[in-house]
């Protein structure tokens, strides 16, 4: 009785899953590790307001949607780096800021006032 020996095509597709195995660890090990920091911000004051991040920039600028009970509705806010806080409301209705880039433009939704169920996208602030 003969001992059965793999076929050519076997000892193929098995060097190859090798072959992948290999090149793949290598990609994983030239990956370097990020270099991070966190810094953190008050987001509730003893006014009531309440601030919900969205967006930030590379700039370390933060926006986002600021809940003053002082205001009828939720408001768009800009938090700058130095620790500066920018709110922006429209009188008729919520808005939001969703993003920002480093050429200063926010972009975020307020309300279409011809039709109250319709938010609008928009490049809303620019310094």
């Known amino acids: ?72 509705f939720q408001t768009g806010f800009i938090r700058w780096s130095n620790g500066g806080v920018n709110l922006f409301a429209d009188p008729n209705g919520p808005s939001l800021l969703y993003a920002r880039n480093d050429r200063g433009i926010s972009l975020g939704v307020f309300p279409d006032h011809w039709r109250k169920d319709l938010y609008r996208c928009a490049r809303v602030w620019h310094k």
């Open 1 to 72: 009785m003969s001992i059965p020996r793999p076929s050519r095509r076997s000892i193929s597709c098995i060097s190859v899953t090798i072959l992948l195995v290999l090149a793949m660890c290598s990609i994983m090990q030239a990956q370097k590790q990020a270099s991070c920091s966190f810094s953190f911000f008050q987001i509730s004051f003893k006014t009531g307001l309440q601030l919900t991040p969205f967006g930030i920039n590379d700039f370390a600028t933060i926006v986002g949607a600021a809940n003053d009970p002082r205001q009828p």
